[in-house]
Antibody
């Protein structure tokens, strides 16, 4: 059974860097692509970005200048860093497995439980 | 960026009724790149439909998806108590986007 678990500080100060890690169990991280999604309280889902098996990344254009995703295959983890955070970055952050081939998208089929990040001084 | 607009914002129905949820894209989306998710309060989203019409593993057959181009639909044939939730459509591309969601609530 594949499981994902987000971890990281629950509180980040404005202008600082948000760093989250998603630990994958039950699957090899090198075989799949992975995404981060966030959700402000009471609002909808916002896609942050994706990292493919090749290491290629796609980011939400509105966040692209501030976010970086990476994979640590030795730890079966992937991570998200977002610089210069503001209160608008306060949200529940989810990591998810992406199942996609060169011609078909099978969706984000496994999600972590989510971790709440608050940006406040 | 492709904008997905979901309607209605809220759907008030009774158990046993049929629910029809709409997702309209600002430009054409390949059917192979359109998915639907269900989210209940305090939980992560769950994949329901991929490829616009294929049910994900373990999803009951009362859930069905259809559509092409810019218009997609999620149908729940007979609402069960556990189906009252928020539903999101999502398109995959160089920049993914989600729709704003439709809340299906008990009437």
């Amino acid at each position: 059974q594949v499981q994902l678990q987000e971890s990281g500080p629950g509180l980040v100060k404005p202008s600082e860097t948000l760093s989250l890690t998603c630990t994958v169990s039950g699957a090899s991280i090198s075989r799949f692509s992975w995404s981060w999604i966030r959700q402000p309280v009471g609002e909808g889902l916002e896609w942050i970005g994706r990292i493919y098996t090749s290491g290629t990344t796609n980011y939400n254009p509105s966040l692209k200048s501030r976010v970086t995703m990476s994979v640590d295959a030795s730890k079966n983890q992937f991570s998200l860093k977002a610089t210069s955070v503001t209160a608008a970055d306060t949200a529940v952050y989810y990591c998810a497995r992406v199942v996609v081939t060169s011609y078909y998208y099978y969706g984000m089929d496994v999600w972590g439980q989510g971790t709440t990040v608050t940006v406040s001084s | 960026e492709i904008v997905l607009t979901q309607s209605p914002g809220t759907l008030s129905l009774s158990p046993g009724e049929r629910a029809t949820l709409s997702c309209r894209a600002s430009q054409s989306v390949s059917s192979t790149y359109l998915a639907w998710y269900q989210q209940k309060p305090g939980q992560a989203p769950r994949l329901l439909i991929y490829g616009a019409s294929s049910r994900a593993t373990g999803i009951p057959d009362r859930f069905s998806g259809s559509g092409s181009g810019t218009d997609f639909t999620l149908t729940i044939s007979r609402l069960e108590p556990e189906d009252f939730a928020v539903y999101y459509c999502q398109q995959y591309g160089s920049s993914d986007t989600f729709g704003g969601g439709t809340k299906v609530e008990i009437k």
